[in-house]
């Protein structure tokens, strides 16, 4: 595995362990905060 892959790996990992923390206080699940955000920035909501 490459430097930078592992790079992006962990950066990835930050990532999700940073949403992880917000979607627990707003009492969210993954999915749920995914479709929250992509309704706000598309103004789209799909179901």
Do not use: H
């Not at 992006?8 to 479709?35: G, H």
């Amino acid at each position: 595995m490459t430097t930078l892959k592992i790079l992006k790996n962990k950066k990835y990992l930050e990532i999700e362990n940073l949403l992880r923390r917000i979607a627990r206080k707003l009492n969210l699940n993954l999915a749920e905060l995914d479709l929250y955000m992509w309704s706000v920035k598309t103004g789209i909501v799909l179901k």
